[in-house]
């Protein structure tokens, strides 16, 4: 079945630091890939998507580019601010159709200190 | 827009008691709502998907006589933990899908239910 493996949290940066969180993928196919983020008390929110090989998802400083070849999505930013301290998934969807839940992954939870 | 809220937002119970957990989009028409379950430090895993006025369809190894799902109007699903058990706690979270509008294929989630059962 699909599976999603991310790297295993806690990540501590100091503010202005460069931000990589790796994400790799198992599906059949030709999933969609996205990247959520969860603050303090809140539900998950869409941070970027990626729907097709070499694709790049960006939204708030935030990038992810859909790499087919090492079934990877990882996710960076340039320069963290302590207000993207949050945890971050990694999902896929996969291609069987639109209306099928989400695989995620288990999460990484992201410290930026000031 | 596309806000999903869930109630309660925790519950505590006693073993072998019924607890329901409501799911509502509060600014659109949900054709879809996902249910999904979290457990400490590990991936939310979805239990099931219901589509508006249908059944819904349970993912391998989630006991649907055990995890009651309606989804009787566009904006309200449920999830009743029926007869729950410590093994049962956990944190729940909805989504929903609007689909067909220009909100598209995406998913809203709702913040979610941490149930303990004593």
């Known amino acids: 079945g699909d599976s999603v493996t991310q790297m295993e949290g806690p990540v501590t940066l100091s503010e202005e630091a460069f931000l990589t969180i790796n994400c790799t993928y198992t599906?059949?196919?030709?999933?969609?890939l996205f990247w959520y983020v969860q603050y303090p008390g809140e539900g998950l929110q869409l941070l970027l998507k990626a729907t097709k090989a070499d694709d790049k998802g960006s939204n708030k400083g935030f990038e992810a580019t859909y790499r087919k070849e090492t079934t990877s999505f990882h996710l960076e930013k340039g320069s963290v601010q302590v207000s993207d301290s949050a945890v971050y998934f990694c999902?896929?969807?996969?291609?069987?159709?639109?209306?099928?839940?989400?695989?995620f992954g288990k999460g990484t939870h992201l410290i930026i200190q000031p | 827009g596309a806000v999903v809220s869930q109630h309660p937002s925790w519950v505590i119970c006693k073993s072998g008691t019924s607890v329901k957990i409501e799911c509502r989009s509060l600014d659109f028409q949900a054709t879809t709502m996902f249910w999904y379950r979290q457990f400490p430090k590990q991936s939310l895993m979805l239990m099931a998907t219901?589509?508006?006025?249908?059944?819904?369809?349970?993912e391998q190894g989630v006991e649907k006589d055990k995890f009651l799902i309606n989804h009787a109007s566009l904006t309200l699903s449920t999830l009743t933990v029926t007869s729950a058990h410590p093994e049962d706690s956990s944190f729940y979270i909805c989504s929903a899908r609007a689909g067909g509008s220009s909100l598209g294929n995406e998913q809203f989630f709702g913040p979610g239910t941490r149930l303990t059962v004593l």
């Open positions: 599906a059949t196919g030709y999933p969609s």
């Open positions: 999902a896929l969807r996969s291609s069987g159709g639109g209306a099928d839940g989400l695989t």
């Open positions: 219901s589509n508006e006025g249908s059944k819904a369809t349970y």
